[in-house]
């Protein structure tokens, strides 16, 4: 229940925000993804701080597969403060099929899909010509994350990602890092040095 409480709670709050954009400078998603290269696991290095993931302490990733039909399933994992892994499982369809950079994502039951707002913007912002990183973001700029392939990204790649995410309107110093590499121990967690 919790989760589905969640679920809403972000779509509200990013529809919310989709309205609140007049004042900045309009979005751009990247030219093109290769759905096929962008499937699979990704870590999540850092992110806006948000309600739906104030419970995850680390080694948050987000990994995505096809749906038989045709859309994407998105499952996000994370450790919480107790030392359990929770999981979240969603949807994505292409909201753009020219270029496949915007996405709506959607947590909610899949019996309400057909009701606009439990959908999500999810556009890809910024991607590495290797895949090897990607920067997530939507037009309210409420909602940030860089995701790479690997559960750490050296700090020069990192600040140009922020720095390119700045020339979008989006806010670096609202950007905190996701600890990688956290481990779990009875009744809680232990960060990994």
Do not use: H
């Not at 229940?1 to 900045?24: E, I, N, P, Y």
């Not at 050296?154 to 990602?161: K, R």
Request: proline share 5%.
């Amino acid at each position: 229940m919790k989760q589905l409480f969640l679920g809403f709670l972000f779509v509200f709050v990013v529809a919310g925000g989709a309205f609140a954009q007049g004042s900045q400078p309009k979005l751009e998603a990247v030219p093109k993804v290769e759905l096929d290269r962008y499937l699979g696991k990704w870590y999540e290095i850092a992110k806006y701080p948000n309600k739906f993931q104030k419970q995850c302490v680390g080694n948050t990733t987000a990994t995505y597969s096809r749906k038989q039909n045709g859309r994407l399933e998105v499952l996000n994992e994370c450790l919480k403060k107790d030392g359990t892994m929770e999981a979240a499982k969603g949807e994505a369809k292409i909201a753009d099929k020219q270029t496949n950079s915007k996405l709506k994502v959607r947590f909610a039951p899949g019996f309400i899909s057909f009701l606009p707002f439990v959908w999500a913007n999810y556009w890809v912002i910024d991607l590495a010509p290797d895949y090897s990183y990607a920067v997530i973001g939507e037009p309210g700029r409420d909602y940030f994350w860089i995701l790479a392939r690997e559960p750490e990204m050296d700090d020069a790649t990192y600040q140009q990602i922020l720095r390119k995410a700045e020339s979008m309107g989006f806010n670096p110093g609202r950007v905190e890092k996701t600890p990688q590499g956290v481990e779990a121990i009875r009744g809680g967690v232990l960060n990994r040095s």
